[in-house]
């Protein structure tokens, strides 16, 4: 079984990509930021008069990414505690992990999903934080 997965309860993808992808009992989701569904808005961002980026809030951005993933697995007929890998993708590691990490403690308490975390330079928008997950759906929710 394939199924691709598109909703409105999550942020438009940036690209020509689904949300996710059920293949068998995995489900793969597409990066996932932090942009506000129907608005596209970044939570926490600051823009100067030219509309260039000065300031962000790693928080409100980490909070704003899981409930982005929650809303796709959700539509993906998946749970928060199917989620089995999940790889983080911070641009300024020095300056945001310890919040990230943090928050990551906190949403993700007795989910036993891998994690990778990586600091890169630059994501196709201006945020500060992208999750790429993986799911294990029960056999007996993949009808």
């Known amino acids: ?7 409105e309860a999550a942020p438009a993808p940036v690209g020509a990509y689904p949300h996710a992808r059920r293949v068998g009992n995995l489900l793969f989701l597409s990066g ?8 596209n808005a ?12 000065v300031a962000y809030d ?3 951005q980490c909070r704003q990414v899981f409930a ?8 993906s007929g998946a749970r928060w505690t199917d989620l089995v890998d999940v790889t ?8 945001d992990f310890a919040t990230y990490n943090r928050l990551y403690a906190e949403y993700f308490a007795g989910v036993d999903a891998c994690r990778t975390t990586l600091g890169i330079t630059a994501l196709p928008t201006p945020i500060a934080i992208e999750l790429k997950c993986v ?6 929710d993949c009808s």
């Open 135 to 140: 799911a294990a759906i029960d056999a007996r």
């Open 88 to 95: 983080v993708f911070l641009t300024d590691m020095a300056r």
């Open 58 to 60: 790693i928080e409100a």
């Open 1 to 7: 079984m394939v199924d691709v997965i598109r909703t």
């Open 68 to 75: 982005n993933v929650r809303a796709v697995l959700e539509a």
């Open 32 to 39: 996932v930021g932090p942009r506000q569904p129907g608005s």
């Open 42 to 53: 970044i939570p926490g961002n600051v823009h100067d008069d030219d509309g260039k980026l």
